[in-house]
């Protein structure tokens, strides 16, 4: 399965953007992580494709909400309220495994991520 992440792009702090991440085939769970410059990737949610179950990082809870359009493959990170914090190249993953209520990605050789899409946040 191939993804394609698309919908970054800057604003300005308290602005809102919507990521895309269209999969070319069936997946079970697509995940959003992110990478600030200097820093490790870290997860942002994820979501359960067959009963769209979902889970959210609490530095993003209450801001970011992750959705699906299962008719067009695509999942989607909805980002409200954003601050320079939020600042990363973003990233969608599949499979995603779900431990603890935090999301990690595929291991290396055991899944897709998406290419990225850069968020910048500034006035």
């Known amino acids: 399965v191939q993804l394609q992440a698309s919908g970054g792009g800057l604003v300005q702090p308290g602005g809102s953007l919507r990521l895309s991440c269209t999969a070319s085939?069936?997946?079970?769970?697509i995940g959003w992580f992110r990478q600030a410059p200097g820093k490790e990737r870290d997860w942002v949610s994820c979501?359960?494709?067959?009963?769209?179950?979902?889970y959210t990082d609490d530095s993003v809870k209450g801001r970011f909400t992750v959705s699906r359009d299962d008719a067009k493959n695509t999942v989607y990170l909805q980002m409200n309220s954003l601050n320079p914090e939020d600042t990363a190249v973003y990233y969608c993953?599949?499979?995603?495994?779900?431990?603890?209520?935090?999301?990690?990605?595929?291991?290396?050789?055991?899944?897709?991520w998406g290419q990225g899409t850069q968020v910048t946040v500034s006035s």
């Open positions: 993953a599949t499979p995603v495994t779900v431990v603890g209520d935090k999301c990690r990605g595929p291991y290396p050789g055991l899944g897709s």
């Open positions: 085939g069936l997946t079970y769970s």
């Open positions: 979501v359960s494709i067959p009963d769209g179950t979902t």
